[in-house]
């Protein structure tokens, strides 16, 4: 079995955020898996379907970003997840716009939610994809940053493209392993 697990906060208000981009890439695997979301489970939404001969839960953990562990360490448990088969993805701040990195351990950075999971799993060795917001402008507050909306077309658009191209990355880590996935995710792109 798969865990893919997007970060992200629950609520209208930051749907579409650079801090939700756990969800829209979960939305996006929804869609190319046809795997609905929407059944509450231990903190999360979740829905689980297959995907290349292999069981795969989509997990939007319902808690506040700082406290995703909740959630993420609650499932791992009951369903005895393998940590090569969670996939964990959230925005990094320190990637630029629409930049994807897959890794497959590592530690929190300055991710609280990665934080929060690590701490209560006790262990950072399980995959993780970093889908890239952009550096915080000067003058801003970072949590104002990362709760901010794209302020154009273009950033959305490149956005877009990131969440379709990180769904295509856990497919592919699903399918082929880690070092194919590796491959898709961390190519350089114009």
């Not at 650079?18 to 795997?35: M, Q």
């Not at 351990?105 to 994809?129: C, E, K, W, Y």
């Not at 990362?146 to 950033?155: K, Q, R």
């Amino acid at each position: 079995m798969w865990m893919i697990v997007g970060l992200g906060n629950p609520g209208r208000e930051y749907a579409r955020t650079r801090h939700n981009v756990g969800f829209d890439v979960i939305d996006v695997l929804s869609e190319k898996l046809n795997i609905q979301v929407n059944r509450s489970l231990m903190h999360g939404l979740v829905g689980d379907g297959f995907f290349g001969g292999e069981k795969v839960m989509l997990v939007k953990p319902q808690t506040f970003m700082n406290l995703s562990g909740q959630c993420v360490s609650e499932l791992v448990s009951f369903y005895k997840v393998p940590m090569d088969r969670l996939l964990l993805i959230y925005d990094d701040i320190d990637l630029p716009l629409g930049k994807l990195r897959l890794r497959l351990s590592g530690s929190a950075g300055t991710h609280n939610g990665m934080r929060s999971v690590i701490g209560l799993l006790g262990r950072q060795d399980f995959p993780r994809l970093r889908v890239g917001v952009g550096s915080r402008p000067e003058g801003w507050e970072l949590a104002d940053w990362v709760l901010s909306h794209y302020a154009t077309e273009e950033e959305r658009r490149t956005q877009f493209d990131a969440f379709l191209l990180a769904a295509d990355t856990a497919m592919d880590l699903i399918r082929n392993g880690p070092e194919s996935a590796m491959r898709t995710a961390n190519a350089p792109r114009q």
